[in-house]
Structures are given as C-alpha cells and as structure tokens.
DNA sequence: CTGGATCTACTGC
DNA sequence: GCAGTAGATCCAG
C-alpha cells in the first residue's frame, strides 16, 4: 500500500495505491503520514488532478481496480461516472434509472472509495439544497461552483 | 414542518 | 439467517 498526497484547493488529499500500484482510495486529511517521494505510478494521475482543479479537464482518464465494492455500488458509481461535467442531477433521478431509493443512492455514494474522481459532488438533493458529500459539504460546493464557472471554456 | 415510504448495509441475536 | 435500525432522500399533507 502506498500514499501520495496532492494539496487541492479544497484540502489535503491523500491517494492510497495498492500493492500493484492500482488506485485504491482517496480521502482528505490533515497531515502526511507517510509521504512516497516522486511516485512514478501516481504522476499521471497527478498531472490530471492539476489540469481538473485548474479548470482546464473535464474527465479522468484513469484506471482503478474496483474490489470490496458492491454490486449495488458499482451499478450507482458506473451510472455517476456518466454525469457530465458541470451538469448535475439528482439522488431521486439516480434512483429511477436504477430501480432503488434514492437513500439507497446515498448510502452508495457515502461509500465511493474515489471521491472526485467518480464525481459524485454533481449529485445533488431535488429540493435544489446540496445534500452531503464524504469529503465535507464544504468541498462538494466548491467542486460545483468551480466546474459551473470553468465549464464555458470547454464550448 | 412532520410522517411515512423506500432500499441498502450493518448490527445483534 | 432474520429483525431492527440508520441514512449523502423524497413527497404528500
């Protein structure tokens, strides 16, 4: 297992890779424990961080290996993975195309091991009010607001 | 605002 | 296994 943090605007991120070098999960946290110095698996992955919080990407293009996940979860987290960049839609939406509850999609969404990646921030409450994020209420807005005011550069 | 419906995963037995 | 509970919710009353 290896960790590799990357200083967003929104907070510290740390990156866990596991054994075979296959991006395993991302978190925020406030210090680096035990920091990989100049990773070669992760500057990919790096570079594409920069470019997102930069506004200038709209969409990873990276490879992850989905193990302890659920059925349930991968169905939610492939159907996310489609929403578009700077659009976004809502947990009862999730839910029809998925024949579940919207709590359902919630409880999937909490358990998303790649915030940001898998860009569950554009979920959102039909009522229009934010709903929760796992990396913090805080973020969630951020990540909508910063990708709502770059989305003009992509017409 | 409140109460009930809804579905998954987690807990305790 | 099975009952009970807690959610990143929703909708009607």
Same mark, same amino acid.
């Given at each position: ?17 596991? *054994?075979?070098? &296959? ?6 946290? *406030?210090?680096?424990?035990? *920091? ?33 996940? &659920? *059925? ?28 579940? &509850? ?32 796992? @990396? ?18 992509? @017409?």
């Amino acid at each position: 297992m290896y960790r590799v943090y990357f200083k967003s605007p929104i907070g510290l991120l740390e990156i866990i890779f596991d *054994d075979s070098f &296959s991006l395993k999960k991302i978190l925020i946290t *406030d210090f680096v424990k035990d *920091d990989e110095k100049e990773p070669e698996f992760a500057v990919e992955l790096i570079k594409q961080l920069i470019l997102y919080f930069r506004g200038e990407l709209t969409a990873f293009s990276y490879s992850f290996n989905i193990k302890h996940v &659920s *059925d349930f979860d991968k169905r939610v987290l492939e159907l996310i993975g489609k929403i578009p960049y700077g659009k976004t839609v809502t947990y009862s939406w999730i839910a029809k195309r998925l024949n579940t &509850s919207p709590r359902a999609v919630g409880q999937a969404l909490k358990r998303n091991p790649l915030p940001i990646i898998i860009p569950c921030h554009r979920v959102i409450k039909s009522d229009g009010t934010i709903g929760g994020y796992s @990396l913090g209420v805080e973020s969630k807005r951020w990540l909508i607001e910063h990708e709502r005011s770059t989305l003009s550069k992509f @017409l």
